[in-house]
């Protein structure tokens, strides 16, 4: 383990219901996922604080959710009609729990620290914002400079957002497909490391340390 | 050894010499203990135990065939000893042989002094044979000035300590390198639609063509429904990219541990090996490492909605175009279409409604290993037979044991263990004398894919038969497993509509013995005895119990405190002993209650 030259900012999210989905299954499902995408608070801090260079990523805390699912039906406002009910997954307090929590680490930057304020704000992310999903709490926890490690990813990210977040090699990749506006209306999938790639990198990205052998390929 | 005197004089061909170092270093490899007396240690090892096979698992196997009639030997006086010689003379191949003589072959052990009686000589010879096949095929046999050599990846030995090296990792270096790869096949598909259960069909056929292809079934040592363990030379002659290939092209992700290793120091048990050697300071070669193999994925995938493309619903790991179907539109990739167009299994569940139970039965690796070497260790340290081996000896039995045979009988067992559930559960009555599953109401979606069964619940007695039916062959096949079993149980019980992707990802992380779920009402996951107490117990007690329990969980619901509750139990401890101790093993009051309703003969949940 060594130092690492890399400064995040340490945020906090509390929310009562929040779906950070898949792409819908067979017409009929949208599971939801575990972590919180770069991808997903790029938009969440664009459209809360108009921010564009905010780099973060973010991770439930275990034991503080359980999964649920909300069934409903989308509206097609052209012919008015209900299409087929969609059941959605999300995430909702564990039992005994008050919230679900998560952890958000930003590369520090002149933008991500605008955001360090000494009081807590509201953000929403994730699907179905109008029924009130995603609505967050999110608060300050101080700055963080953490040591390289080797291991196991924790969340997503890009694969050209690696170096920003300080990612020194990755040795095995775990790839998965991550949306990318490249406009108001369009965008790409653009391919990005997914859980379980392992990396050497900040101990804040890391779950499960990896101790094996593995050869410099990248 | 190749060139030596004595074997010239015996072997004039010096192409059988070379195939017999390479069997006698096959059978070095293959032996679960060490043949240590070939690097001059003198170990004194057990008494001989008995004539049958010691399986760690199941420790009265031999004494109950022997009771059923079965023996070891297929001889019984010189005549037919002399006859399974000519047999062997005149047979075609191993296989030939194998099919003749298995069934006493399974129950002959490899060696028969306590602790090597572990591993069956069918076992033992399928593996030396499968590991000899593979060192022939990547050797050949050369002149060097007046000597003969086998080479391998251009390293030239005449010994079986010069290409293994020794068994003490601080000593002699060897010169050939091979690899033991233990690969769990995965998919990226999401399970929305019956037909997505033909994955499973897809992954079972490409793992058993893989298993009986002429080229690679050597390379497979065992395989299981997601597992494949394979023993194969270095990256430079073989490269798992296109030995895989077939799998990588039909979408599977596999995930592997691949020890790269000289031969003496190569064992199943990875891990343990990697650490120990480790610890010493050692230069010769033993890496380990962790890798996925996947086919190519483009850096960015361009959804182009004049042409109705996008990134594929299902796997969202290929570019999909839209299929419409029962006026569902979805963008699925060919890989998945083609999963899709691959047949209708279990077509029977379309037409249910209430219930259906998902099960799974899982056999986990990793914990197997563990569960072995606990095994082996115990069977050194406790066993009668080896009161009169010294305790050095007996920690250099446990240091250099290689499970790698061991865990190839296991495997077989757990396959006996499937078939027979896949049997049996047909054969369950009810009170009436009924069978309470059919044809119709208990699927296995995929022939041949035993680990997997969808059934309806038409009440708590169902989903008990099925965790019944589990015990008790688990209890037959691997008795000594019951407290820390590597075989698992998962139950996902929920409306027949209910999303099948949230059942297959329970399914498949069961973190316990018995894993049971009721989505949104239930999560629970015990071992045998927690199960036995909540069946005898719990769900035995009368409507008290279940009163009591109800309050239990109003007065965790409304305190949030789980003293409360404690403290609640504790005052009715008479009353209701076993539920102290259900909850001082961890289980919440409700999981109890869930319990009780779930497996209830009117189901309630």
Redesign the interface.
């Known amino acids: 383990m060594s130092l690492l030259n890399k400064t995040f900012l340490h945020f906090e999210i509390e929310t009562q219901a929040i779906a950070i989905g ?8 949208r ?1 939801c996922l575990e972590t919180i995408p770069t991808s997903t608070l790029r938009g969440s801090f664009k459209d809360y604080f108009g921010l564009t260079d905010v780099l973060a990523i973010g991770y439930f805390r275990e034991n503080t959710y359980q ?3 909300f069934t409903y039906a989308q509206v097609d406002t052209f012919l008015g009609t209900a299409k ?1 009910p969609i ?1 959605m ?1 999300y995430l909702k307090p564990a ?2 729990t008050r919230a679900v929590e998560a952890d958000i680490y930003l590369v520090k930057n002149k933008t991500a620290e605008s955001l360090v304020i000494m009081y807590p704000t509201e953000i929403s992310m994730g699907a179905l914002k109008s029924k009130g999903f995603g609505r967050c709490k999110l608060t300050y926890r101080g700055e963080a400079n953490p040591n390289s490690k080797l291991g196991y990813l924790k969340g997503c990210l890009l ?1 050209d957002e690696c170096k920003a977040f300080g990612i020194k090699r990755v040795i ?6 991550l949306f990318y506006p490249t406009s108001e209306i ?6 990005g490391l997914f859980q379980g790639s ?1 990396i050497e990198g900040p101990e804040i990205l890391i779950g499960k340390e ?1 101790k ?4 410099n390929t990248g | 050894m190749l060139n030596s005197q004595e074997a010239t004089k015996y072997i004039p061909d010096p192409q059988i010499r070379g195939d017999v170092l390479l069997t006698k270093i096959a059978d070095g490899i293959s032996a679960a203990i060490s043949r240590l007396e070939l690097y001059g240690k003198r170990i004194q090892k057990g008494d001989q135990v008995g004539e049958g096979i010691y399986k760690l698992w199941n420790t009265k196997f031999y004494e109950k065939k022997r009771n059923a009639g079965q023996y070891w030997s297929p001889f019984t006086d010189i005549e037919s000893l002399k006859g399974m010689f000519r047999y062997i003379d005149s047979c075609s191949d191993h296989q030939d042989f194998f099919n003749k003589y298995g069934k006493h072959l399974t129950l002959t052990p490899e060696d028969k002094t306590a602790p090597g009686n572990i591993v069956s000589l069918y076992t033992h010879l399928e593996l030396v044979g499968k590991i000899f096949r593979t060192l022939k095929k990547h050797s050949r046999l050369q002149l060097r000035n007046t000597q003969k050599f086998l080479i391998y990846n251009n390293q030239p030995i005449k010994s079986v300590q010069e290409a293994s090296g020794h068994i003490d990792p601080e000593k002699a270096q060897g010169k050939w390198i091979f690899r033991l790869v233990n690969c769990d096949i995965k998919f990226s598909q ?1 399970l ?2 019956l037909q ?1 259960l033909n994955i499973f069909r897809k992954k079972a056929d490409l793992i058993r063509s893989f298993s009986d292809n002429e080229n690679t079934k050597d390379y497979v040592l065992f395989f299981t429904d997601d597992f494949m363990s394979l023993f194969i030379p270095k990256e430079d002659e073989i490269q798992i990219y296109n030995l895989l290939g077939t799998f990588l092209k039909a979408g599977f992700i596999i995930d592997y541990r691949e020890m790269e290793a000289e031969l003496n120091l190569l064992t199943s048990s990875m891990e343990r090996a ?1 650490v120990k050697f480790h610890s010493l300071s050692s230069t010769r070669h033993l ?6 193999a ?1 086919s190519e ?7 182009i909605t004049s042409r109705n493309q996008n ?1 594929c ?2 796997c ?2 290929r570019l999909g175009i839209e299929r419409i179907k029962d ?5 699925l990739c060919d890989t998945c279409y083609e999963i899709r167009e691959m047949g209708e299994p279990a077509r029977e569940y379309a037409g249910w409604d209430g219930k259906a139970g998902w099960m799974k039965i899982t056999l986990n690796q990793e914990q197997l290993l563990k569960r072995l070497q606990g095994l082996y260790e115990k069977y050194v340290d406790t066993h009668i037979s080896m009161q009169s081996v010294n305790s050095n000896d007996k920690a250099e039995l446990k240091g250099t044991f290689r499970p790698l045979a061991v865990q190839m009988d296991f495997v077989k067992d757990y396959k006996l263990l499937l078939q027979a559930f896949n049997n049996q559960i047909y054969e369950i009555k009810d009170e009436d004398g009924n069978s309470l599953f059919t044809q119709e109401n208990y699927l296995f979606p995929i022939e041949g894919y035993h680990e997997f069964g969808i059934f309806k619940v038409n009440s708590g007695e169902d989903i008990l038969a099925v965790i019944d039916l589990f015990y008790n062959l688990l209890k037959e096949y691997f008795p000594e497993c019951l407290k820390d079993s590597p075989i698992k149980l998962s139950l996902s019980i929920a409306p027949v509509k209910h ?1 099948y ?2 059942h297959w990802r329970f399914l498949s992380m069961p973190e316990n013995i018995i894993n049971i779920q009721s ?2 009402s239930l999560k629970l996951s015990i071992d045998i005895d927690q199960f036995k107490l909540l069946k005898d117990k719990i769900r035995r007690e009368d409507a008290k119990l279940s009163y009591f329990l109800h309050r239990l969980a109003d007065i965790e619901i409304e305190t ?1 405190s789980e003293m409360s509750v404690m403290l609640e139990i504790l005052n009715n401890r008479k009353k209701f002993p076993v539920l102290l101790k259900l909850v001082q093993d961890g289980l919440s009051v ?1 999981q109890i209650l869930g319990f009780y309703k779930l497996t209830h003969k009117v189901n309630v949940l």
Do not use: N, W
């Open positions: 898949e792409r819908i299954k067979g017409g009929t499902f599971p999964r649920d699912i087929l059941s997954e039992d005994g694969e095995m990749p775990c790839y998965g497909y369009s965008g790409v999938y653009k391919r392992i990896y094996y052998d593995y050869k | 999401s929305s639609r997505d990697y890496k380990l490492y962790e890798k996925r996947a994925f483009p850096q960015e995938i361009k959804p990134i619903d299902s969202q790991m006026r569902i539109h979805e963008y999303p992707q949230v989505p949104g949030k409700h």
